[in-house]
C-alpha cells in the first residue's frame, strides 16, 4: 500500500470515528422531557421533535427555536442542553412550564420579545449553571421569585413585563451578577439594601415601577456600576452620603420621584459621568457650579429646583454637551455668551426661569435643533438668525421682546401675557358677556349634558375660539423621538365612552394653559374632566405608564401630582376634577396645567405631559333677578314661622329635654366592682351638657366628652360619643332618607362596637332618640397610647395628660393586647371586621396599662366616606396604612391591619413616631427607613427611656424587632396573621398562657337586650344585621 492510500484510509477511520462519536451522543431522558414539556408550554407550532438523540446532529435553530447542546461528557456519549434561544417570534398566549428547572446545564436562556404570559416559575432556581436570564418584553406577572438568589452564576437579569410585588432581598446574594434590569414593571415596595452586595455590578435599572422608600446607602457600594437608573418611581428622601463613591458611573438617572435635599457636590466628581438626570423632584438649593464644568458630559436634564435664585455661571464649559434641560429652577440673570461656544449643543431648554437680556449673539453659531426660552423675562430684537432658523423647533412665548418690523421666514410666537390681556379687550370692550364656558378639549363641537361644548381640535401650539371667547397655548417637547404636531390631539383607542366629552382629550408635553375671556366678575364651579387614553394597553407596555401633572386655576396650585389614572380606577375611565367658588376678576379665567417631570420618562408610547378631555364653567350661584310680588310674600311669611319651625327643629334634635332621659337606667361599675345604676340625664349632665370644657377627643363621626357623676358618693367618670348628625350611608349629608334607614344604619353601628372582648374599648349603652345619637363607653383614665408614648415630654401640649412610664415590660403588654384585639376581630365566626385605622391615637388605655382598641369598625359602617380613602388622609397617617390601600382596584383583607399593627409595633419599640420632622436637616426621618437600614445594629433604635438591663429583653426587642418586620412586608400574602402574631408574642414574653387569648365565638352577638330595646323588634334584631365580610372599601 502507497504512502498516499495509508494516509488516505487514516482519514476515512478518523472521519467515521467522529461520525460515530456525533450518533452517540445521547441526551438523557430527563432532559428530553423537560424540554419536551417547555416547548408544548411556550407554544411553538410546528415545533420540533424532541428525543434522546436530538443532540447527535446539533441542529442548533430549528423551528424556530435555538437550541445548543454541549456533548464533551462521558467521551462524548452525553450531551446536555447549555442555550435556548426563542427571542422575538410571538408566543402569545404561551408561558414557561416549571420543567425547565430539569434543564441543570442550561447557562443561557433568551425568551425575550414573545409576549408570553403567566408567572415566573420558581423552579428556575434551581439553574445552578444559568449565567444569563433574559425574559425581557413579556407579559410576564405575579412576584420575581426569590429562588432566584440561588443562581450563583447569573451574570445578567432582564425583566420588562408586568411583574409586581416586591423586589426579592435575596437577589442580593447573586456575587457574580453584572446586569440587572427590572425595569418597567410594577415593583413595588423598598429597594433591598442587599443590593449593595452586588459588587460586580455595572447595570442596575429600576425605573418605571412603583418603588417607594429611600435610596439604599448600601448600593454606595457598587464601585464598579456604569449605569444607574431608579426614575419614575416614589422614590423618598436624600441622595445618600455613599454615592460619592460611585466614582465609574455613565449614566445617572433619579428623575420622576419625590427626592428631597440640596443637589450633592460629589456630583462632579464622577468624572466619566455622560448623563445626569435629576427632573421631577423636590431638591432644593442651587445646582452646584461645579457641575457646569464635568468635561464628558453630553446630557444635562435638571427642573424644578425650589431655591431664591442663581445664575448660570458665565465661564461655564460644558464642551461634549449635546442636550441641556434646566426648567422652572429659579435661574436670574443673563444666558452667559459662553453656551454658544459649546459645539455639540443642539437641544437647550431654559424654560420657566427668571432670565433677563438679550438672547447671546454667539447663538447663532449653534447648531440647535431644540430652543425653549418660554417663560422668562427676556427682551430687546430677537435676531436675525432667529426668523432664518427653519429647522429649530422654537418657543421664546411669554417673554418681552419687541415686535418684529419685517416678516420672518420662520414664523416665531412671540405671545406674552400682554397680548392675552389684549385679546381679552379686543373681545370684551368695556363689559362682560358670558357667565358660562364650555370647551370640548381635543374635539368636535357638540351638546353634552345640555351644554354646547366649543370645539378645540387644532394641531396647532396656539389656538382660539371662533368667537374669540378663549385661547389655548401649549409648550415642550414630548420625549418620544417621533412626536408631531398630530399628538396634540389623542382619542379613547379602547372601548367608548358613554358622555362624549372623554372621547376626545389635548394634550401637551409641558405646559397647556387655556384663557376664557368677558366672563362676568363672580364666583364660578371650575369642572376639569379626564380620561387616561394613552397609556392603556398591556400588549405594548403603555398601561404601565404613570401620567403626573399639576393643576393651577387662577394662577395657584390647586392639585399637585395629579395621576389621571390613580384617580380615576384606570385607563379610559372618566373622572372630573371641580374647584367650587372660584373668583374671577378683571373678566379672566386662567387655567393652566403643568408637567413638572414626574411620572413616565421612558414609557412608551412617551407621551409625557398634561391630558385634558373638557373643562365646563358655571356660576356658583344662579344669575340674580329681581323680587317678584309673590316672591315677596313668601319672605314674609317666612320670617313670620321661622321661630316656630326653629323650636320644632330644636326639639327634633333633642336639645330639649326628654322624659326618656330620665326613665332610661344605665349599668355602670364602681371602682370596687359594685354595679350602679344611673339616668341618662344624669350621664348628660355630667358633660356639662355637652360642654366644650369636657371635650377630650374629636373625629369624623362625631366628638367624645368625659361625663363625671357622682353616685351613692363614688366618683364614676364615662366617655360619651356624641354621633354626627351628618352622617349617612355615604359620608354626606342626609337628605330625605327615610327613619327606617336611619334606624338601620344605627342598627348596622351598635353591631360593630358592641362586640365583647377584653382589649376593645367596652360599649355600655347607646341612645337615639330626636336625632340624639350618643354611645356611652367606659372612661379609660391613662388615655390614648400616643398620649403615653409622645406627649409626655410636651411643655407645649394644649391639654396636658397625665404622665405615664411606659417600661419594656408594659409595651410587650400593650403589644400583645392591640395584637389580641384584632384577633377577635379578624376571627368572627360569621364575618371578619377589618379596623381600617389601627394607631397609637385609637389604642386606650385602662388603668391598668391594659390596651384596648377604639374605633374599630368604623370604617365598616361608612364605607364610601372620603375620610377612609387614602388620598384624603394626612401624611402620618398614610405611613400606617398598607400599600394596597393605594392601590383602588386590590381587595383589602385582614392583611392591611396586619401592616398597620407592625408600624404601631415599631413606634411602640423606638418610642418616635413613623414619620418626625427633624429641623436640623428640615427633612422627614422615616423610621420604616431606618428599621429597614439597620440590619444587626437595630438595637440602637430602642427607645432611649428603656432600659435593657438583662439579656432576655434584649432578645425580646431583637424578636420584636424581626416581627414587626414580618408584619410590614409590602406583600399582603407574606404578612403573618393576627393569631400567628399573638403566638409568636407569647413565645418571648412572660405570660405563655394561651388560653386567654383564644376566641370566644359566643361573643360574637351583639348585645341582644340593646338592640331589643332600640328597634322594639325582638329577636329579629340580630338577624337583620348584615353579616358578611365586613371590610372598608376605597
Known sequence: MTVVAKLVSI????????????????LPEDEVYALRAVISSLGLAPAPSISSSYCAWNPGRAYSIYIICDCNYDNGTICHITRITTASIDLSGGGIHESISQLKYLEFLDLGNNQLSGSIPDTIGDLQALQTLNLYKNLLTGPIPPSLGKLSSLKELLYRNLLSDEIPKQLGSLSKLETLRLEQNQLSGHIPLE???????KQLTLDENRLNGTLPGELGNLGYLLEFDVSSNNLTGELNQSFARLRSLNFFSVAGNNLTGQ????IAKWSGLVSLNLIGNEFEGKLPEEIFNMENLEVLKVSDLRNTGFSIPKEAKLPKIYNMVLRNCSINGSIPDDIGKWPSLRYLDLSFNNLTGEIPGKFK?????????????????????????????????????????????NPVQQLNMDDILAMRDEH????????????????????????????????STFGKDRDGKWVYTCSGHFLSTTSNSSDYLKNMTCGVSENSLYRT??????????????????????????????????EDYSSLGKRIFDVYIQGKCRQKDFEIKGWSGGPNQEMTLEFPYTNVQDNLLQIHLYWAGKGSLNNPPALNGPLLSAISVIPSKPPGKKLTPGQKAVIIMVSVFTPLLLLAFVWKMGWLPSREWDEKKIRVQTKDGKERYVSLREIIKGTGNFDLQKKIGEGRFGEVYRGDLEVEGENISLAVKRISQNLSKKGKKKSSESQQEVENDTRRQIFCLSLSHENLVPLLHHHCEQGLHLLIYEFMENGSLDQALFSNDSDTDPKPVKKIKLDWKARLGICLGIAKGLEYMHQKKHMEIIHGNVNATNIMLDGDLNAKLSDFGLACLYPDDPIFHYRQKNSEQLQHLAPEWTDLNMKKTTKADVYSF?????????????????????????????????KEMILRLVDKKLTMSSNKERRQAQESFELARDCIKVSANDRPTMSHIVERLHEFTDEGDRSASQVDTHSIEPQAESLKEFTDQGDQSASQVDTQSIQPQT
Not at 443637589?263 to 460629589?266: D, E, H, K, M, V
Not at 418660554?374 to 421664546?396: E, F, K, Q
Not at 370692550?429 to 349634558?449: A, R
Request: aromatic share 8%; proline share 4%.
Open 11 to 26: 482519514l476515512l477511520l478518523l472521519l467515521c470515528l467522529v461520525r460515530r462519536g456525533e450518533t452517540d451522543g445521547i
Open 195 to 201: 443590593l449593595g452586595n452586588l459588587l460586580s455590578l
Open 263 to 266: 443637589i450633592p457636590n460629589y
Open 365 to 409: 453659531d449653534l447648531k440647535l435643533s431644540t430652543l425653549f426660552l418660554n417663560r422668562n423675562m427676556l427682551n430687546g430684537t430677537l435676531p436675525r438668525w432667529i426668523s432664518d432658523a427653519v429647522d429649530t423647533r422654537l418657543d421664546l412665548t411669554y417673554n418681552n421682546f419687541s415686535k418684529p418690523l419685517t416678516e420672518q421666514k
Open 428 to 459: 370684551c370692550g368695556d363689559k362682560s358677556k358670558y357667565n358660562s364656558l364650555f370647551i370640548n378639549c381635543g374635539g368636535p363641537k357638540l351638546k353634552e349634558e345640555g351644554h354646547e361644548y366649543d370645539e378645540d381640535n387644532s394641531t
Open 505 to 538: 382629550g389635548r394634550l401637551c408635553p409641558v405646559a397647556l394653559s387655556y384663557y376664557a375671556f368677558c366672563l362676568h366678575d363672580d364666583q364660578y364651579n371650575v369642572t376639569l374632566h379626564f380620561a387616561e387614553t394613552v397609556y392603556t394597553k398591556e
Open 902 to 934: 407592625g408600624v404601631l409595633m415599631l413606634e411602640i419599640i423606638c418610642g418616635r413616631k413613623v414619620a418626625e420632622y427633624d429641623p436640623s436637616s428640615k427633612s422627614t426621618k422615616s423610621l420604616l427607613d431606618d428599621v429597614s437600614s439597620a
